[in-house]
């Protein structure tokens, strides 16, 4: 079992910062990759970036390219979602996510075995 901790939202002006963390605990050893994603009012859910364990490897949605870094520490077992520019439509509760298998696409939710409870993040206009 993975559990997931994720922290670091809050109300935000458009165009400011934010860094979120996840912080992965139990069995971390066999996680392929850590994803976020998002979940805006009134939508379902979708990625916004991964990033593989190893940290070699990250990948984005077109959404979020150039304004969002994805990085791990793996000693401390965590995984920082970095954003900048931040706007209105960022606005959702953001997920962490934790997979263990190989799977081709990693930008969908059955890439990912474990999930955490999420955190809010709200940016004004």
């Known amino acids: 079992q993975v559990q997931l901790a994720e922290s670091g939202g809050e109300l935000v002006q458009a165009g400011g910062s934010l860094r979120l963390s996840c912080a992965a605990s139990g069995r971390t050893f066999p996680i392929s990759r850590m994803g976020w994603f998002r979940r805006a009012p009134g939508k379902e859910r979708e990625f916004v970036a991964r990033?593989?364990?190893?940290?070699?490897?990250?990948l984005y949605a077109n959404s979020v390219k150039g304004r969002f870094t994805i990085s791990n520490d793996n000693a401390k077992n965590t995984v920082y979602l970095q954003m900048i520019s931040l706007k209105p439509e960022d606005t959702a509760v953001y997920y962490c996510?934790?997979?263990?298998?190989?799977?081709?696409?990693?930008?969908?939710?059955?890439?990912?075995?474990?999930w955490g409870q999420g955190t809010q993040v709200t940016v004004s206009s």
């Open positions: 990033v593989t364990w190893s940290g070699g490897s990250t």
């Open positions: 996510a934790a997979g263990l298998r190989y799977y081709s696409d990693s930008t969908q939710e059955a890439a990912y075995d474990y």
